[in-house]
Each structure stands twice: as C-alpha cells, then as structure tokens.
C-alpha cells in the first residue's frame, strides 16, 4: 500500500480534469484567437473554464484572468500593481511567510526603489492585524498577505485586511495569494474586499502549468507578460488549453468545501491524538490551522532521514514548501522554532481523497523510523 500525503506541493488529477484535458488536446485543438471554427470551439472551452471559476468564488468571468499557474498570477498581481501605482507611493506590505514567488518579487521591487515592509508572524503562524495597521499609511500602494499558509496551515485574517487599509485612508490595493485555500475553505474575494486573487489548478487535483488569477473590475494593473494581448492585454500567451479546461473540469468536481473539510479534520485530528502519545513528536502547526495540511517535528530524526524512509515505505511527504528544497525553513524560522526542530520538521498534507488506512500507514512507520534512528 502506498500514501500520498504531499498534497500542498501537488495533488493527483481527478478523473475528470484528465479526461478534459485529453478531449482538448486531440479533439477541440484550436487555438482559442482563431478565427475558425475549432476557434470558435476552443473559445467556448475556455470561456466555460472561465465561469466555473468565477462562479466558484462569486466573481464575474471577466474578473478571471489565465496564468500558467500561482507563481505567474502573484508575479502578475504584484509587479502589475507596483507598475501601475508607482506615482503614488513606494510602500508595499507583506510577510516573512508568504511563498517564495511572493516575497522574492518583493525584493526584486526594492532593488528598483520600492519600499518593502515584512511583517513577521507570530508563534501560530498568524500575521496580526496591529502589526498590519501600523504599517499601513498614504504611502502604501500595495499589501499581499496569503489566505492560508503552505507550510504550517495557518489561516490568516485575510476578510479584514481590507477594512484596515480602509481605516487608515489608504488606496492601497489588496493582494491575497490563495493558492493554498482555493477549494478548501470558502473564499468570496469581492466580499472580503480582496482586489487580486492569485488560484492554482495543481493544488485542488488539476494540471500543472494552469492557474488564475481574479481582478476586482474596479482595479486596473498593467501587465507583467506582454506580446500577443490575450486575457484581455494582461497575461499574454497563448492560452494552455488543455490545462486550463481541466482547471474548471477540476473546479467543477470539489463538491462541498464544507463536507470535504469536515471530512479530512477529523483525519488530521485522528493522527494529532495519535501522535500525541509519542513525546518525542512536536506539532508545529496551529491548532486552528487549515486540517489540509499539518506540520510536524519528530526529534532526533533528520528531516531527510525520515522523508527518505518513508518513502521506501512508499509514504510521500515531505520538509517544507517544495519550493524550497534545501534550505532551512523561513516559515519555521519567523516563528522563532528552534533549528533541531526545524531540521527534523515534516509537511504532511492531505486531499479529500485521503483515507484513514493512509493516515494508520504514516504514523506507524513514523514510530518505526523514529524507534529505529532514535536508539
């Protein structure tokens, strides 16, 4: 038996985005610009993609704009965002635990004279709000703080960030990187005043290499890729149909957010009592952090040598963001965890296709590594 418990990094296409995709590559081919009528088919496949995803989250399908994935649409937001309001200040908020393709876009616009902010979390994992009101000011022309956290699941307040700016006469716009809450928990971008919303199809069992990204029809950002003027001018390229139609394919086939949530804590919850009578096992993530994914440390056992063992159990988890192989955790680091922690720290995320045999299979062989390293 095998468990795949990666599912922060990528998770396993559902039937359905699969079959999409293949009906898109060999039959309805066109590309969608195309004046002609596998065009005009192809259009019509993308545009369907569209509305599932706008309906999804309670937009307008012209607030949806294709990417290749999370990392182009938080690169589109921000660079788009800075681009457009560079006259009207230089400050830019986020935190020291946003993903990579957040933070390194971040830096970049500081080496071109913008003044970027890093707010650093809490134990839990959690940004607050006092540290995000007192950053903000008339200079702010942008924030960008994630829904939920890819490596501890920590759920940020990302339904009051809005009414902070606000309160500080700021035009600011909001930026929410929700690739890790897409599909997990309920996330109305208009209501929770989020002006850009990055998504990701790989995360909630669709293709690699698609992804969006919501732009409230009030805000105007220029963009980051340009050429050809598809999206509307924003994302040129053209479109990876495949990949996109099974975005709303696997869209499509979430089902109940709040089932399949209820459904996975108490598997999440199952393994935490389990765990819990082993006191050489740490749990690094909150207790009210997103059941999807639990972070873990099982002292005296190397990250590594562990991920390596489990995997020859055919177990997958894995030591972090896998987008950021071989280096020492930031997340963990902000959060002030101690580095034997941090290096015997392991990601274990979970899908709705997660079962309990699964979750039985890891921690037993989590004890037989630890009882056999730890000697």
Do not use: W
Request: positive net charge.
């Amino acid at each position: 038996m095998n468990a795949y418990l990666d599912n922060s990094a990528t998770t396993k296409p559902c039937e359905e985005a699969v079959k999409k995709a293949m009906h898109i590559a060999s039959v309805c081919y066109g590309n969608p610009s195309s004046l002609h009528f596998l065009g005009f088919e192809a259009k019509k496949e993308l545009e369907s993609a569209r509305k599932s995803i706008a309906d999804f989250i309670g937009a307008e399908p012209r607030e949806i704009y294709f990417t290749s994935g999370g990392t182009a649409s938080n690169m589109t937001a921000i660079l788009g965002t800075a681009s457009a309001q560079k006259r009207n200040g230089k400050k830019i908020i986020t935190s020291r635990i946003e993903h990579p393709s957040v933070i390194k876009n971040f830096e970049l616009l500081g080496e071109q004279g913008f003044s970027p902010v890093f707010l650093e979390p809490d134990k839990n994992g959690k940004i607050s709000l006092d540290s995000l009101y007192n950053a903000v000011d008339e200079n702010t022309v942008l924030v960008s703080l994630m829904a939920v956290n890819n490596e501890v699941g920590s759920i940020q307040d990302f339904d009051k960030v809005k009414s902070i700016i606000k309160a500080k006469r700021s035009n600011a716009l909001y930026h929410c990187d929700a690739v890790q809450g897409f599909g997990k928990i309920k996330i109305n971008p208009a209501k929770s005043g989020i002006d850009l919303m990055s998504m990701s199809a790989h995360k909630i069992h669709g293709l690699k290499g698609s992804g969006a990204l919501y732009v409230n029809k009030n805000v105007r950002i220029k963009p980051a890729i340009v050429g050809g003027g598809q999206e509307s001018g924003l994302v040129s390229g053209t479109e990876a149909m495949p990949a996109l139609c099974a975005f709303g394919e696997a869209v499509n086939n979430i089902g109940s957010v709040d089932e399949n949530f209820n459904k996975v804590k108490n598997l999440r919850d199952g393994l935490l009592k389990k765990l819990s009578t082993l006191d050489y096992v740490y749990i690094n993530s909150p207790e009210d952090a997103l059941p999807y994914i639990l972070n873990v440390s099982v002292k005296g056992v190397p990250s590594q040598v562990m991920l390596n063992s489990l995997s020859s159990e055919g177990i997958c988890v894995s030591a972090g963001s896998a987008c950021s192989k071989g280096h020492r955790s930031g997340v963990l680091s902000s959060m002030n965890i101690e580095p034997a922690r941090i290096d015997s720290a392991l990601r274990i995320s979970l899908s709705k296709y997660t079962n309990e045999d699964e979750m039985q299979l890891l921690f037993d062989k989590i004890v037989k590594t630890a009882e056999r390293i730890r000697r």
